[in-house]
C-alpha cells in the first residue's frame, strides 16, 4: 500500500524557517516533489528531486528552499529559510513511479501518489 505523509508544518513568522518532511512507503519513487496550494490559488510545484539526486525549484523560492531526500530511509525533506507571507499554504508530497514500456524509460512528471497535505502560515 502507497502512503506519504508529511509532518513538520505550522505557524512561524516572517523571516523564520520550518522544515517538512514525508515519509513515504509501500513503493520506490524515481521522483519527489513538493507542491503547495494557497486559498485562491492554483497548486504549484515548490521543488522536486530525482532518485539520482538532481534538483529543481520554483523562481519564488530558490535560494530559501532547500529539498533533499533520504533515499534509505524513503523520507523526503524540505528545508524552508526567510519565509514569506506568500508561502503560505497548504503543502503536499508527490511521487512518481519509474515508468517502463519495452526498453523505453521514463519517471513521469506528473505525480501517481500524493500525501494529504501539512499546513504552513507564515505571519508578519
Known amino acids: 500500500q502507497v502512503r506519504l505523509m508529511e509532518s513538520g508544518g505550522g505557524s512561524v513568522q516572517a523571516g523564520g524557517s520550518l522544515k517538512l518532511s514525508c515519509a513515504a512507503s509501500?513503493?520506490?519513487?524515481?521522483?519527489m516533489a513538493w507542491y503547495r496550494q494557497a486559498p485562491g490559488k492554483e497548486r504549484e510545484l515548490v521543488s522536486s528531486i530525482s532518485s539520482g539526486g538532481t534538483t529543481s525549484y520554483a523562481d519564488s523560492v530558490k535560494g530559501r528552499f532547500t529539498v533533499s531526500q533520504d533515499n534509505a530511509k524513503n523520507t523526503l525533506y524540505l528545508q524552508m529559510n526567510s519565509l514569506k507571507t506568500e508561502d503560505t499554504a497548504v503543502y503536499y508530497c508527490?511521487?512518481?513511479?519509474?515508468?517502463?514500456?519495452?526498453?523505453?524509460?521514463?519517471?513521469?512528471?506528473?505525480?501517481?501518489?500524493w500525501g494529504q497535505g501539512t499546513q504552513v502560515t507564515v505571519s508578519s
Open positions: 509501500g513503493a520506490v519513487f524515481c521522483r
Open positions: 508527490a511521487a512518481s513511479r519509474l515508468s517502463r514500456l519495452g526498453d523505453t524509460f521514463r519517471c513521469p512528471g506528473d505525480p501517481e501518489s
